[in-house]
């Protein structure tokens, strides 16, 4: 089995609506969003609401934690929005995690 050795991340991203309205009342909102999508090639992108607000879930694969900026800033710069960053695995990275031996590590 190989170990991946790029992190999968998953990208929140909701903006504020004071600013983040902008883009939709000036029809701008496809385009914007399409240059930044394409930008950071998500494997996967859901739109939906969090907390009232319009909110896009990302899935990114990244090599380097220095490229966070690179998913992030355009998110930031682009429609004021809070941006959260989430390390996440599949289920063969936790199973290769070696949770028994944690478990028994760190049981009391």
């Given amino acids: 089995m190989n170990a991946r050795t ?8 909701d903006g504020r609506p004071e600013f983040a ?7 701008s909102v496809g385009k914007k969003m399409g240059q930044i999508l394409e930008e950071i090639k998500p494997e996967a ?7 009232g607000q319009r909110s896009a ?18 998110w930031f710069l682009t429609f004021n929005a809070n941006v959260e960053l989430k390390v996440i695995m599949t289920l063969d990275d936790l199973k290769r995690a070696g949770l028994e ?8």
């Fill in 6 to 13: 790029n992190v999968q991340i998953l990208k929140g991203a």
């Fill in 57 to 74: 879930l990302l899935i990114v694969d990244i090599d380097d934690p220095a490229k966070i900026s690179t998913l992030a800033e355009p």
């Fill in 101 to 108: 031996e944690l478990g028994r590590k760190w049981s009391m």
């Fill in 21 to 27: 309205i902008i883009p939709y009342r000036d029809g």
């Fill in 45 to 51: 992108a859901y739109f939906t609401e969090q907390g």
